[in-house]
């Protein structure tokens, strides 16, 4: 139990080198199995996780054993043991789903999907920020190579923006760094939260420019607004499962915001205390209302589930942005339960896409669907709890969320954009639903149906959602405690 | 010294930005090189500079902060193995579109260039 900590990022890595190795190669079925396997693993450690740091103090495991600050460590506390969880259970359900068919379109998917994992894994843990750099890297040239997984015209060209906007971002990172070594002296991210304190008020601005560098970073992952456009042509031009498993991508752009500026300007930080809050409720709310026009305007199934996905981004942003423990609390809640169901989203889009032929996932009048039963309902399920409707996830998280924001400055305004937004989600895929699967055209449909392991990935996905809701008191404890602990830890409360 | 590592370093960062607006692959690669210089430059003297300062315990009276040489090792091998990567996209996009262009219209459509 001790080395608990380190599991979440050894065990991926160990596993993409052992699914490289020759044996598996031969065999595609065992090469599926060995993967999967290896992934059950990877959750049941995220679990155990999970499960082992409810309601106790956070776990410092120091690596090479150097005494704190000086060496590098990791932090597994409620925070990071919730994200390790998340991510972990996506792509267990991915690995799952790609073996439909989906990794075989081109080499080293299930390796790449260990060691983005792994990079997700290690940002998480990390209690250092040159560390968090580091994994950041891991996870980006893993999805490099998942992005221009399966090949084509427009998924590479797509992967050369993605890549080039992501080294600046990189760039940008190693100057904020840089700038706060030089300022503080250390990259212990608990102990710069100490030394912030002692600046003295000339030395503020330069800890302002690398706060702000380290903004734009984040908001870079986390697609807020005039930072966003690589998100949606990176994720419609992206295979099915990839796009699934980047679901959880812009959640690292937010667990960054919430750990690095829950920590380093938290109550305690005096003139910096709150940096960046403003920023992101505006940000947020604005990224808010483009993802609800462009879900209104999406004319394909695809960028439909993207404008999802940043729709949920921009929520978190701008709940994040409002600075109230039990907003944050709440916004922790919704990001598990819209990463689940903005994967849901992707899989689901691209199960009705296989069975639609050359019109795929363009909203216009197709052939009828080969299991327009089955995939109905999954897509009725899927968008009741996308747009918040009791007794889903969707509902409970907004409901907080709402429940929070009567209380904060600016929170009527909010609540008035997510209101509007879940509505427009709402029409809009009233509308996607009824050209999909009632707008048909009689032609004969000689697809092939979907196969009970994509469908399994899904409902797996679905059932993690509802099961937010079987055990909501304890998921709103949780939450709760995280934030109660984060603020702790930067001295705050 | 400080004045002449500042210039390089902005002068370096000035070229790389010029070069990433470029609107061609092989451009923008430069231009990210440029900066990923200017960046570890600026990670090497985060520690302050010293003259005659060795970075091992023992070597001379006053010695150097060690960690941002660490630390701009670890920068220069990722953004190595980043720009090889960014070569390989490049050249198959190349291929695969038969022009290097960023943006997706073609050169002919643009005119000149």
Known sequence: MQHLAVLPILLPALFAVLLLFLPLHINVRIRRIASVSAMSLNLLVATVLLWHQTNVPAVHYLLGNWPEPFGILLVADQLSALFVFLTTLLTFAIAIYSCAGDDEKGSYFHPLLQFLLMGLNGAFLTGDLFNLFVFFEVLLISSYGLLIHGGGKKRIHSALHYVVLNLIGSALFLLALALLYAMLGSLHMADMAQRITQLQPSELLGVKSAAGLLLIVFGLKAALLPLHFWLPAAYSEASASVAAVFAAMTKVGIYSMIRVFGLLFGASAGTLSGYGDVLLLWGGIFTMVLAAAMVLAAVDLKRLAAALVLLSAGTLLAALGSGDPEVKAAALMYAVHSTWIGAVWYLLSDMIARQRGSVGSRLVSGPKLHQPQLLGWLFVLSALVVIGMPPFSGFIAKLWLIQGLTTTSNGMLLIAVLLLSSLAVLVALSRAGSVLFWRTQPTTNNTAPAGSISVGALVLLLLAGVMLVVFGQWWTQFCADTIAQLHAASGGL | ?113
């Open chain 2, 1 to 113: 010294m400080e004045l002449l590592i500042a210039i390089s370093i902005g002068f370096l960062t000035g070229c790389g930005v010029l070069l990433i607006l470029r609107g061609r692959t092989f451009a923008v690669m430069l231009g990210l090189t440029m900066l990923s210089y200017a960046v570890n430059l600026f990670i090497f003297i985060s520690g302050g500079l010293t003259a005659g300062a060795g970075a091992v315990l023992g070597a001379s009276e006053q010695y150097a902060d060690p960690l941002p040489q660490a630390l701009v090792l670890t920068a220069i091998v990722i953004g190595f193995a980043m720009t090889a990567f960014l070569v390989v996209l490049a050249i198959r996009a190349r291929v695969e579109l038969g022009h290097d262009e960023l943006d997706l219209q073609k050169p002919s459509s643009r005119g000149g260039a």
